[in-house]
């Protein structure tokens, strides 16, 4: 097919340069992926609705067509990335953070033997020794397996990382979080019954570990409502997360509950409700929040 017979179908060819166009300008700012794959489908249906194609016609739209493959192909790489640079970066930090924990728990254990060896000396001062090495050791135990502490997810629909704050005196080791997430009711889809779990790592007294958003959680922009279950060295507990836009302004309800290894019973640990938060008439949330004649300390 010569230029004058290929140039008879003027609608193939303006569709020809304009996604030419658009090649050029990916080459120039990749985009995300799949966005190529889907024009490459387009690219396709159009070469099979302008029909029977010969010559240089056929050979520039297979050229196109590898050409926004190559474009998709550059787009996941750039995506991975983008992700493996993420998970450094957070591992990074959270060995940063284990070896302020371990100087941390070094000079806890130095202070104590100079404690021990500067009492063995006077033998009139034997029981308040006694009761100093006691309460130094039960410190140590407290520091090494991070006694009440906990943590909880403060995130907030729109955000690109997960937020895991540590509340308590002590460090927190092995943490892990598994997010279930709810319907806009609060009910459990029967496609996510076991939710997604999340490795949050380490966390030393008073800072918070970020954690990327799996991909699928916290798709609406107007809500977000999720049971958190959390385990770590010292025991495990729950949290009940709800969010909800009312009036254009994200209101929140949050309560968590847990049973450490200190504790004999599940114990509430604290509570945020934002008065614009809507409830029912009886006063709960939803089916697992209910209300509360406690009043408990705010969890943010």
């Given at each position: ?80 990335k983008a ?105 459990v889809s ?54 909800r836009r ?55």
């Amino acid at each position: 097919m010569d230029r004058s017979e290929w140039h008879r179908k003027p609608l193939g060819v303006f569709l020809l340069y304009l996604l030419i166009v658009l090649l050029a300008f990916w080459g120039i700012k990749t985009p995300s992926p799949g966005e190529a794959v889907a024009v490459l489908a387009v690219a396709a249906a159009v070469m099979t609705v302008l029909g029977e194609m010969k010559g240089k016609e056929k050979v520039a739209w297979l050229l196109l067509l590898f050409g926004f493959l190559w474009v998709e192909l550059t787009s996941i790489k750039v995506e991975r990335k983008a992700q493996d640079d993420i998970q450094k970066e957070a591992r990074a930090e959270q060995l940063k953070h284990f070896g302020e924990i371990g100087d941390g728990i070094k000079q806890s254990i130095a202070e104590s033997d100079r404690n021990f060896n500067a009492t063995m000396g006077k033998s009139n001062q034997v029981i308040g020794l006694q009761t100093t090495t006691i309460v130094g050791l039960n410190t140590n135990l407290k520091t090494l397996t991070g006694a009440d502490s906990f943590c909880y997810l403060g995130f907030t629909v729109g955000q690109q990382y997960l937020p895991f704050i540590h509340v308590g005196k002590f460090p927190l080791y092995g943490i892990y979080a598994r997010i279930v997430e709810l319907d806009q009711n609060g009910g459990v889809s029967q496609n996510n019954l076991t939710g997604v779990t999340i490795s949050v790592g380490d966390m030393i007294t008073g800072h918070g570990n970020l954690q990327p958003v799996p991909i699928g959680l916290g798709r609406s922009p107007d809500y977000f409502n999720a049971n958190i279950f959390f385990t770590a060295r010292n025991g495990d507990w729950m949290e009940l997360l709800r969010e909800r836009r009312v009036g254009g302004k994200l209101v929140r309800a949050m309560r968590v509950t847990g049973k450490f290894t200190s504790f004999k019973k599940e114990k509430a640990l604290c509570e945020t409700i934002d008065p614009e938060f809507p409830r029912k008439l009886n006063g709960d949330i939803d089916s697992d929040f209910f209300s509360s004649s406690t009043e408990l300390p705010r969890c943010q």
